[in-house]
């Protein structure tokens, strides 16, 4: 079959790699009709590379049609179109049981200290076989997948897999009190639908971002927008009384804009050979965090920091006096995707789209043109926002 694969530092190609078979009694094969490139697919192009081996098949964000199942799968049948969730869970551990899928203590990936395999995402989570490609095992298939509707735009449920469930429970996070304002950090996927749930939910949303396509896409679905820089904290506290907003979701992370020295570093740990590399990153602190450093200082006290943005430095510094000096809470981690599907489920399927989940895709491409796409993504270039490869 063809697959996406990981290569070197901003290089991926489309190759012929071997079709996947069922290996455990609760696995099943999907045909991938959709898959969606994410913006932390990015962070597998650039920053973590020592992470990475060459000819690992990447994404996280598919959806298709069952074409097998192992023995212990009666949950699904051959024909059934299913959403996959980037996490993979048992749904029966500790863990699960307490709706922290993404925490699964059965595939746990316990040699990095990481919670649970990821579809496509570097040794960090499992290096599982990814979704960006004609055909996907899926272990954990008595659990894992979501049934959809078998009509439909593939695009009307294929942000169950990551993009939906991980800004829901951003908001959710976010703790934003009935009627409060909520800041979200970068418009991208993510960011996007934080707004977009925020003020679903009732919040006075404002999002921030410096691309222009970005925030003209927020603003068609209500949400004030401001283009960051310099003054956007002082912008913020001037629409909310001089206090700051309630609550803000840093939808960014660790390759934010506006940090040079960490810019650097990133870098330099990316010349390394790998296993350097890798030690590096798990003890140096390498992560962009003018973002997360605007959200502390924009959030008012006692307000509440989510973050959906991932980061990835041990030995970041953090601004631990003004933390505890206006109170501020702060929660995060990978999304539960399971946890949030029966939330979602009935939005995507109404009829009148309340989360607009068919205007966040801008292109659409072959499964043969990822690569131009993923550095069209990376460069934000031609306003690409979402890109939906079809293999």
Same mark, same amino acid.
């Given at each position: ?93 500790y863990m699960c049981e307490r709706g922290l899928q993404s925490q699964c203590e059965t595939t746990q990936v316990r040699e990095y ?72 950090? $970068?418009? !991208? =996927?993510?960011?996007?639908?934080? *707004? ?5 939910? +009732?919040?006075? #949303?404002? %999002? ?33 009384? $001089?206090? !700051? =907003?309630?609550?803000?979701?840093? *939808? ?5 804009? +506006?940090?040079? #020295?960490? %810019? ?39 307000g509440t920091i989510s973050l959906s943005g991932v980061y990835g430095g041990m030995k970041d510094p953090m601004p631990m006096l ?70």
């Amino acid at each position: 079959m063809k697959a996406l694969t990981w290569q070197a530092k901003r290089t991926v190609t489309v190759e012929e790699v071997p079709d996947p078979k069922i290996i455990e009694p609760t696995d099943a094969i999907i045909r991938v009709t959709s898959s969606a490139i994410c913006g932390s697919d990015l962070h597998l192009y650039e920053v973590l590379v020592p992470f990475m081996d060459k000819g690992d098949v990447i994404g996280h964000e598919p959806m298709g049609i069952v074409e097998e199942v192992g023995s212990a799968v009666t949950n699904l049948k051959p024909g059934d179109r299913v959403v996959i969730p980037f996490t993979v869970a048992c749904g029966h551990c500790y863990m699960c049981e307490r709706g922290l899928q993404s925490q699964c203590e059965t595939t746990q990936v316990r040699e990095y200290n990481s919670g649970a395999t990821l579809f496509g995402y570097s040794r960090l989570y499992g290096s599982l076989p990814g979704g960006q490609a004609e055909y996907l095992r899926v272990p954990h298939a008595d659990y894992g997948p979501v049934k959809v509707p078998s009509v439909g735009e593939d695009e009307r449920f294929l942000f169950l897999s990551d993009v939906l469930p991980t800004a829901w429970q951003g908001v959710k996070y976010a703790n934003v009190p009935e009627g409060g304002t909520l800041a979200v950090l $970068g418009l !991208g =996927p993510i960011g996007q639908m934080a *707004a977009r749930i925020g003020a679903h939910l +009732g919040y006075r #949303v404002i %999002g921030v971002d410096p691309v222009a396509e970005r925030r003209a896409m927020a603003a068609r679905h209500g949400i004030e927008v401001l283009e960051g820089g310099e003054g956007v904290v002082e912008e913020l506290r001037e629409r909310t009384d $001089g206090r !700051g =907003p309630d609550s803000v979701v840093d *939808a960014v992370g660790m390759e934010a804009h +506006g940090s040079p #020295v960490a %810019g650097t570093a990133q870098a330099a740990v990316g010349m390394l050979p790998s296993s350097l590399a890798r030690t590096a990153m798990e003890t140096a602190g390498v992560d962009r965090l003018s973002a997360l450093y605007s959200a502390i200082d924009a959030v008012r006290r006692g307000g509440t920091i989510s973050l959906s943005g991932v980061y990835g430095g041990m030995k970041d510094p953090m601004p631990m006096l003004t933390l505890f000096d206006k109170q501020v809470q702060m929660r995060m981690g990978q999304c539960n995707v399971q946890h949030w599907t029966d939330d979602l489920l009935p939005l995507v399927d109404d009829p009148s789209d309340p989360l607009g989940v068919l205007d966040l895709k801008t292109h659409t491409a072959p499964l043969d043109n990822a690569p131009e796409m993923y550095e069209k993504f990376q460069k934000k270039q031609d306003g690409c926002i979402k890109v939906v490869l079809k293999p």
